[in-house]
T-cell receptor
Framework: KAGVTQTPRYLIKTRGQQVTLSCSPI?????VSWYQQTPGQGLQFLFE???????NKGNFPGRFSGRQFSNSRSEMNVSTLELGDSALYLC????????????FGPGTRLLVL | SQQGEEDPQALSIQEGENATMNCSYK?????LQWYRQNSGRGLVHLIL?????REKHSGRLRVTLDTSKKSSSLLITASRAADTASYFC??????????FGQGTRLTINP
């Protein structure tokens, strides 16, 4: 099976703009989770989607949102970008649960100028 | 805040030596997982150990779990240059999410 794919791999935006990142999970995986990784805060959980419903959410402001489509593909959106949003955004999938083995994509590196 | 705390933060050893990394956590867990991340890339799952297990092996990897001490260790035997990476523990407990530690940066010197 193909692994988790994320697009784009790299992105440069300016403050105030918005951005949409995409994630395609492994075929058959219904749980998709998003993480933000920064040198200062490490890996932090953003949210998890299962069967098109947000099942869990981390402690991030409302500027961070996401959705999942019927084919399990997921997108996350960040509006009104801030410099601190510069990070590696990782998507992970699992057949059923975000608490079991996670299969990660290569990530999208976002730089906000 | 992070649930898991890895120790040491950085570790540098010679190729062929064994590497041991430790992870401590604070609350009760269902399972504990170890992941590897090569520089700036996605994480790769290494091993999952459940709360009712004490030890697990996978190839050159050995993981132990002591729930009474709320700690786990990852041992990599006969290290290779390709093992150079950051290693993270992640805990799954009552909270509906996987919580990662800050990681141990392992460098294998030839």
């Amino acid at each position: 099976k193909a692994g988790v794919t994320q697009t784009p791999r790299y992105l440069i935006k300016t403050r105030g703009q918005q951005v949409t990142l995409s994630c395609s999970p492994i075929s058959g995986h219904r749980s998709v989770s998003w993480y933000q990784q920064t040198p200062g805060q490490g890996l932090q959980f953003l949210f998890e989607y299962f069967s098109e419903t947000q099942r869990n959410k981390g402690n991030f402001p409302g500027r961070f949102s996401g959705r999942q489509f019927s084919n399990s593909r997921s997108e996350m959106n960040v509006s009104t970008l801030e410099l601190g949003d510069s990070a590696l955004y990782l998507c992970a999938s699992n057949p059923r649960s975000e608490k079991e083995t996670q299969y990660f994509g290569p990530g999208t590196r976002l730089l906000v100028l | 805040s992070q649930q898991g705390e890895e120790d040491p933060q950085a570790l540098s050893i010679q190729e062929g030596e064994n590497a041991t990394m430790n992870c401590s956590y604070k609350t009760s867990i269902n399972n504990l997982q170890w992941y590897r991340q090569n520089s700036g890339r996605g994480l790769v799952h290494l091993i999952l150990i459940r709360s009712n297990e004490r030890e697990k092996h996978s190839g050159r990897l050995r993981v132990t779990l002591d729930t009474s001490k709320k700690s786990s260790s990852l041992l990599i035997t006969a290290s290779r240059a390709a093992d150079t990476a950051s290693y993270f523990c992640a805990t799954a407990g009552g909270a509906q999410k996987l919580v990662f530690g800050q990681g141990t940066r392992l460098t294998i010197n030839p």
